[in-house]
């Protein structure tokens, strides 16, 4: 791809599916470039022919990286570095709910691993592509899952009794703690970083589940957004002339939103970092 292009180039994790395709496929609509970093090359390759019908610009990269795998992450950040001379927009979109305990090839818990480490790794690891973007924007999806959490910091990696809520409800609360410790951290080089909480959106998200998170899931699909809808605060934060310099926030709907005491928490957000920076080996 060409990498003197003067377009926005956003690259986006999950991008084959659900609010990860939407937000790629709008945001390729407004002119953005778009790497889209997908675990399967199948459907992404599926997903990119969807997002380059719509895109303007024609510029639609496919990358491959299991997130749960610091290896992969760590291959994929080398690509994107040779690849491509800057980066304006990352977005940590991918996910999951893991319905019984796993443990990622470096024995780490898959929802943590996926959900967290492998995207503050990943977002570290391009810190300096981002530092030659313009005005360069970090958004990580996170949820109001966040509220479930139970945060002990000696309990994330391995944890002693599994509960796949409490283990998402960990990560998305991990989620807005690293992206406000973000945003502290690189400030001075003008990068902002926001996470947020894209609505109940009926995509595949949990569908591998079964117990009681796959019924109540059930039970409110008529209820739901759709990907679009779902989609609509991702695409804001990237894009949006709005949220211009705005940066340490949590958003539902579009507007800043006050998370739990403990997403608040400086200490959480220092400790949880130094933490994930020895796990990774940073
Ligand atoms: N849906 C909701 O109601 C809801 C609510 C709050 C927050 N969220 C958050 O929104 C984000 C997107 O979820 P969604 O609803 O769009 O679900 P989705 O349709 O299941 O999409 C999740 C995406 O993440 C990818 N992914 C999962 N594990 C991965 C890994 N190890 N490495 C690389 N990619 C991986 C999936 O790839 P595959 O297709 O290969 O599995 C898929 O592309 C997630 O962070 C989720 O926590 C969703």
């Excluded at 957000?269 to 080996?281: D, G, N, Y």
Aim: hydrophobic share 40%.
């Amino acid at each position: 791809m060409n990498t003197a292009s003067s377009n926005r180039l956003c690259l986006i994790t999950g991008a084959n599916s659900g609010i990860g395709q939407v937000t790629a496929r709008e945001l390729a609509r407004q002119g953005m470039d778009i790497i889209m970093v997908c675990r399967n090359g199948q459907k992404g390759e599926q997903a990119r022919q969807e997002i380059m019908a719509a895109s303007r610009t024609k510029k639609v990269d496919l990358l491959l990286c299991d997130l749960s795998d610091f290896l992969s992450v760590r291959k994929l950040a080398e690509e994107v570095n040779r690849r491509y001379d800057h980066l304006d927009v990352l977005i940590n979109n991918a996910g999951l709910i893991a319905g019984k305990y796993s443990a990622s090839p470096q024995g780490v818990e898959t929802t943590f691993a996926t959900n967290h480490l492998g995207p503050f790794l990943l977002t570290n690891l391009l810190l300096g592509l981002l530092r030659k973007g313009r005005e360069p924007r970090v958004v990580s999806v996170s949820s109001e899952a966040h509220r479930f959490a139970r945060f002990d910091l000696d309990d994330l990696v391995a944890p002693k009794k599994f509960s796949p809520i409490r283990a998402y409800g960990n990560s998305k609360l991990a989620n807005i703690l690293f992206a406000s410790e973000l945003a502290r951290q690189v400030s001075a080089g003008g990068i902002t970083s926001n996470s947020l909480h894209p609505g109940a959106v009926k995509t595949s998200f949990g569908a591998d589940n079964n117990g009681v998170f796959a019924l109540l899931f059930g039970l409110a699909r008529p209820l739901m957004l759709t990907a679009e809808q779902g989609a609509e605060t991702t695409v804001f934060l990237a894009s949006s002339p709005e949220v211009n310099g705005k940066t340490g926030l949590y958003f539902d709907r579009k507007k800043p939103k006050t998370p739990n005491a403990d997403a608040r928490s400086d200490y959480f957000a220092k400790e949880l970092w130094e933490m994930s920076r020895r796990i990774t080996r940073l």
